[in-house]
Structures are given as structure tokens and as C-alpha cells.
């Protein structure tokens, strides 16, 4: 059978982007051409200075915020409003410094979302340069983009498995059949020659917690003996 191991990582789904704009010198406000949860372009004008210039969303998506109200006047670097992008969602994960090698920017993994109890197929989009360090450990933070059917919320919770070992049509046994001797080598018990059972020293390779590779000692089709669970 195939045995395949994984790489686990927790996050939250987070928009594909967001920009929050600023007046870029004093204003007042003249009108709101948009309102709080409309759907924005780019270059589409959110709102009109008393100037008679427009200001534009300069990110395509939902304007989430409205920091202002009309005949409010605005200083220079206040805030207006914020966009975010809700069509592209990414999980946010954090890599710790022993798996991060392991990973690369367009590499496929699956995401599983909890609350919609529900499977996607994803890709890294990005792995960050530098690392935050808690304690003696460093953890990069990673992005991975996730399609959008219209049911991924902001902030719900996901689990991201990427690959990490794969051994197809391997000769397998269940790890309770494999047994340790006074040195911690593993052997499991088969017959010999005639009826006789006689331990088999074994080569192990890769394990999924419920059956190991079996790489050197048996064949496929050999019966084994293991005690009997109580």
C-alpha cells in the first residue's frame, strides 16, 4: 500500500489583500460615493474632497471601513477607509524553523477549514524572509491561497498539510507487529524453515502512525506473528 506522511500546520484565512487610505493633505469631505460593504475596483472614486478631486479605493474588492463622515474635515495622513480583497483568500500559518526548508512558494498542500468542515486544495504564495522568535525557537510566517465559493469567512481556523515522505505500493506491516530486541532493533516473528517461527530482523523506512514501510527482511505476502492485544 501507499504510505504518505505530512507536514501539519495550524492558521486563519485572512483577505488576499488589503490597503487602508489616508489623505495625503488636509481635506474636507464634500460626499461618500461609496458606502460601508459595496464592492469596489481599483480606480473606482470612493470619495470627493471639497478640492473637487476623487480619491480612488486603489485596491479592488469590498470597502470594509468608512472612517469619515461628509463635512468632516480630515488632517493630512488621517485615515479615510479600507479595503480588503475577499475574492482571494489566503491562510496565514507560521512555519517553525525545522520545517521551513521543506517548503516552497507554488507548492501544493490541502486545507482543511473546521467550522465548514470542509477540504480545499491550496498553493504557497510566499514564505517570509525573516523570523519571529519565541524562546529558543524561530517561526516564519507563510501564506497559502485557498479558492473562494462564496462559505470562507475571515478568521476561521484551517489546517494546511503539505507532503512530506511518500512510499507507493510498499510492503507494510501495522506498527503494533513490529517488535524491539535488547538492542532496539526492530524484528518482527515468522516462520522459518518448516513450522518454526524464528524472529526476522527488519529495515524499516517511513511510518503514517498506523503501519510502517517495510523496506529489507520480509516480502509482501509473508504471514507475521505479533502477541494479541488484551
Same mark, same amino acid.
Given at each position: ?14 483577505? &488576499?489583500?488589503?490597503? #487602508?487610505v489616508?489623505a ?6 464634500r460626499?461618500? $460615493?461609496?458606502?460601508q ?5 481599483e ?7 471639497r478640492?473637487?478631486s476623487?480619491i480612488?479605493?486603489? $485596491?479592488?474588492g ?11 474635515t480630515v ?14 483568500? $489566503? ?8 520545517? #521551513?526548508g ?15 468542515d ?7 504564495t510566499?514564505? &517570509? ?7 529558543s525557537?524561530?517561526y516564519?510566517d507563510a ?12 478568521g ?10 511518500r ?10 507487529a ?19 517461527i524464528v524472529?526476522?530482523?527488519l ?7 498506523? #503501519?510502517?514501510?517495510v ?16
Amino acid at each position: 500500500q501507499d504510505v504518505i506522511t505530512y507536514y501539519s500546520f495550524s492558521g486563519n484565512i485572512e483577505p &488576499g489583500d488589503t490597503k #487602508v487610505v489616508t489623505a495625503t493633505a488636509p481635506l474636507k469631505v464634500r460626499s461618500l $460615493l461609496k458606502a460601508q460593504g459595496d464592492a469596489v475596483q481599483e480606480e473606482e472614486d470612493v470619495l470627493r474632497p471639497r478640492s473637487g478631486s476623487r480619491i480612488e479605493a486603489g $485596491l479592488a474588492g469590498t470597502l470594509t471601513d468608512v472612517y469619515v463622515e461628509e463635512e468632516e474635515t480630515v488632517p493630512a495622513g488621517g485615515e479615510l477607509f479600507r479595503v480588503a480583497d475577499y475574492d482571494h483568500p $489566503l491562510v496565514a500559518i507560521r512555519v517553525d524553523e525545522y520545517d #521551513v526548508g521543506a517548503l516552497q512558494v507554488g507548492m501544493e498542500v490541502t486545507v482543511y477549514v473546521h467550522a465548514l468542515d470542509q477540504t480545499l486544495f491550496g498553493k504557497i504564495t510566499d514564505i &517570509g524572509r525573516e523570523a519571529a522568535v519565541e524562546g529558543s525557537i524561530a517561526y516564519y510566517d507563510a501564506k497559502v491561497s485557498v479558492p473562494q465559493d462564496g462559505t470562507l469567512r475571515m478568521g476561521m481556523s484551517a489546517e494546511v498539510t503539505a507532503v512530506k515522505d511518500r512510499a507507493l505500493l510498499a510492503t507494510t506491516l501495522p506498527i503494533k507487529a513490529i517488535q524491539f530486541d535488547e538492542n532496539n532493533l526492530p524484528f518482527v516473528l515468522c516462520y522459518g524453515r518448516g513450522e518454526e517461527i524464528v524472529p526476522q530482523a527488519l529495515t524499516l523506512g517511513i511510518s503514517n502512525g498506523s #503501519v510502517v514501510q517495510v523496506l529489507d527482511g520480509i516480502k509482501t505476502g509473508e504471514t507475521v506473528f505479533y502477541p494479541q492485544e488484551e
